[in-house]
């Protein structure tokens, strides 16, 4: 007898009762919580009670829909399941789907990434699934390095838990090399020829400092890659799907890997379906499933959870689905892509805990191939809607605030009559919308919309001259959404009607500064700002004469570190290039210890507070007689380190931050001086007046930069 569950058990029984009967919520987590206070060791005990086996599903994309899959599938072979199917994914929610259930044949459990090393010790699964590693929440993990670290932890507690992983994506490969449990590997066997992204994770070696090399590359990082200089490569995976088709609205392929070869046909559109059928597949067959169970689940798959849900509403057809990093929003703007007859289409973006509160991300998500889409109305939603709207102003589209998928809805149909019409929402504003979609019968009536023209350009400020913006080492120095800076100098200069040219200087390419006016750097994870930093060492004198020259340069994070004495990288000091007076160290605890979160700046740059958002291990220090960019205005964030209450630099032309956001997205006066430094420069040198910037219509950025100083009770 186990004393300890039993209580866990009853008092579990009775709060589920009440939240269903009395509060009529779902009792998804509160059960689990209750009872993992009262029995710590609940999953465990419980867990025992699986008669044949378990299996966690992990990956920052798809987990939802490969575990009720995978459930669906042990179902249709007769088999009784325990599993948390509505995304509950920490230990809570685990628990809670334990509690519901009395000795199933299987458990299958999604599991947050970072909640593996908590939930798996006592699960001990036969098998942990591994999807992908995508950039996602980075305030909550700080670098991806930490989930990797945290899932190899998890495994090394359950050393028969055979891991079954993606072995497209390097940094699941990466997990694999490392851990002594069993691994096998899923991938798909050719080259899809997908359209490239702009940001994708990284391409570095997860070993040495080396590039990858790829053969391929489908989308994000996952591809047939190798190192040229270690040898680190993709194994060959056990399970390969060959001969993927994609159509409108199916996913076709062979895979390989069980005997004879399986035929996979998925109702619904995206190259992620490829991956997440495999992977349903791989682990179906790893559990002694017939591929006829999975072709059942499969077919039977009516996602009532909001992903990739259809709806028909007063027959308008409706897509909703969730979208939460930059690689699975990608997806979904291929999805709206294709369809090729009117459309419209709303975002609805939230910041809460689940969601991560940084929406920088949405600066590295490639809006602007929806501007080249024919009669396509979009709309921006949610608690972030303002930033969503500056963000598609910048891609080129210029979107309407709505207040919800009713008014979308109302707003859409009067603006495109005969369209289809979807909703991309993330975490915590999927449920909402979904929500309102479930009850929505009748839409209202709506005026038709007009859709206000991007601003034109005028002036011909240096006519026959074009700026020149230098963005240094775009796959390395781009955490979430810096490049974004880029763009809006980009667009901010050509909507005044000077010609711009933006020069991506990858790593290993030659940078020359002489034609340069602005040069961008952004910020890294710490494995990528080394390599980075070697490459930048080698041209230091090219960029210290570009500054003392008075050239502007813009340098965020990682970037901004680079540009000092010295940074230090877990122990190891790394040489900076020695251009401004300042040193980078690490707190106690080194890379987990960070400074992550919103942040206010007065600044000499602009009239308006600056708002921002931080996530960084180091510490910078200015030397004495250094102005900084800023000063913390009240609570909201530290900047260079915890003490001193000021951000950044500012050196000549040169500005360095730690701000995210992307920093010049809800700043246009900070975006405005370094454009107007630029051409001052530009025009001395061509021994002309210095133009001045005409303004433009920045509503949409500043009741952006009003939105979050308000929420953040600051006085703009
Ligand atoms: N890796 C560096 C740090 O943690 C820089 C991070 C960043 O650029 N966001 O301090």
Known sequence: MNIKRDIAQGVGAASTWALQHVFGRPAA??????????????????????????????????????????????????????????????????????????????????????????????????????????????DRVGEIDHIQESIALALASSPQTTLLYNADDPLCQAVADRVDNQVVGFGIGEDLDLAQNTVADSGMCQHCDAMLDYQWRQYGQLGAYHCPSCGFTRAEPAFVAHNVRFAADSTAFDMAGREPGVSVMVPLAGAYMAYNALAVHAAACLCGLAPSAVEAAIEAFDPHNGRLQSYDIDGFR?????????????????????????????????????DGHDVSWLWDIDFQELAA????????????????????????????????????????????????????????????????????????????????????????????????????????????????????????????????????????????????????????????????????????????????????????????????????????????????????????????NRLVGNIVLQSPLAQAPIVGYENHAGR?????????FGWVIGHHGHGNNDADRADGVLHRNVVGTYLHGPLLAKNPEVADHLIQCALNRRAAKLGKPAPSLPPLDDSAELAANAAMCHRLGVHS
């Open 29 to 138: 987590n509160f059960p689990g919580k209750v009872g993992l206070y009262i029995d710590p060791q609940l999953i465990g005990d419980l867990a025992s009670c699986i008669h044949e086996g378990s299996v966690a599903v992990v990956g920052t994309n798809g987990k939802t829909t490969v575990t009720n899959l995978l459930a669906d599938a042990f179902e249709a072979a007769g088999k009784s399941v325990v599993c948390n199917r509505t995304g509950a994914n920490l230990d809570s929610g685990v628990a809670t789907a334990l509690m519901h259930t009395h000795g199933a044949d299987w458990g299958v459990f999604e599991s947050d990434e970072l909640w593996l090393a908590k939930i798996t010790p006592q699960l001990k699964p036969d098998y942990v699934v591994l999807l992908n590693l995508f950039r996602d929440q980075l």
């Open 373 to 592: 889409v024919d009669g396509l109305a979009v709309y921006a939603g949610g608690i972030r809607s303002h930033d969503m709207q500056v963000r598609l102003k910048y891609a080129g589209i210029d979107a309407q605030l709505v207040e919800d998928a009713e008014d979308f809805l109302a707003r859409a149909r009067a603006a495109v009559p005969d369209g289809s019409y979807y909703l991309i929402a993330n975490y915590t504003a999927l449920p909402e919308v979904k929500g309102e979609l479930d009850r929505m019968e009748h839409l209202p009536a709506a005026q038709p919309v007009t859709l206000q023209r991007p601003l034109q350009g005028e002036s011909e400020l240096l006519e026959g001259e074009s700026l020149v913006i230098v963005h240094m080492y775009p796959e390395l120095l781009n955490l979430y959404g810096d490049g974004g800076n880029v763009t809006v100098l980009a667009e901010r200069a050509r909507r005044r009607g000077i010609d711009v040219s933006v020069v991506r200087v990858e790593h290993g390419q030659d940078a020359n500064l002489d034609e340069a006016d602005i040069v961008f750097l952004g910020g890294g994870p710490d494995r990528e700002q080394r390599l980075a930093s070697q490459s930048l060492l080698d041209r230091a004198d090219d960029l210290r004469a570009y500054v003392e020259d008075d050239g502007v340069l813009l340098a965020i994070c990682g970037g901004y570190q680079i540009l000092g004495r010295e940074w230090l990288l877990g122990d190891e000091v790394m040489d900076g290039l020695g251009i401004i007076g300042i040193t980078t160290g690490r707190a106690q605890g080194g890379s987990h």
């Open 318 to 354: 409706i897509l909703l689905n969730l979208a939460k990093n930059p690689t699975g929003f990608n997806q979904n703007l291929r999805i709206i892509e294709q369809d090729k007859g009117p459309a419209a289409v709303a975002f609805f973006i939230n910041d809460k805990e689940a």
């Open 620 to 628: 910078t220090f200015l030397d004495a007689g250094c102005k900084s």
